[in-house]
């Protein structure tokens, strides 16, 4: 199954719709709220290797379900970030690939 930003972003948006009158809106002013959340996220990915080690995490089962999940929730909070600040997935695959094609010609 193909599983890509596009389909992440409606996901998303379906979401933000049923919460809406119960979660921060949508728009630039709360991404920067939404960029915090994701950090926070991050930070729970980052203990979970941190305290574990990267190959515990990777190879035991409830360690490795609780690293996606904490992914999850980043990649939940990415999304929110896009869409506040209007980023299509088309925008964001011109500057992957242009960041892609940079690197692979650094050196």
């Not at 979970?48 to 089962?61: H, L, Q, Y």
């Not at 690293?67 to 011109?94: H, P, R, S, W």
Request: proline share 2%; with cysteine; hydrophobic share 35%.
């Amino acid at each position: 199954m193909d599983f890509g930003i596009d389909e992440m972003q409606k996901m998303q948006i379906k979401l933000q719709n049923k919460y809406k009158d119960k979660w921060e809106p949508i728009c630039p002013e709360t991404g920067k709220n939404k960029l915090l959340w994701m950090i926070g996220e991050i930070g729970e990915v980052i203990d979970i290797v941190k305290k574990n080690g990267g190959i515990e995490a990777a190879s035991d089962t409830e360690l490795r379900k609780d690293l996606f999940e904490e992914m999850a929730d980043v990649l939940m909070y990415y999304n929110d970030v896009m869409l506040c600040y209007g980023i299509t997935a088309n925008e964001l695959k011109q500057a992957y690939t242009e960041k892609f094609e940079k690197n692979m010609n650094r050196w």
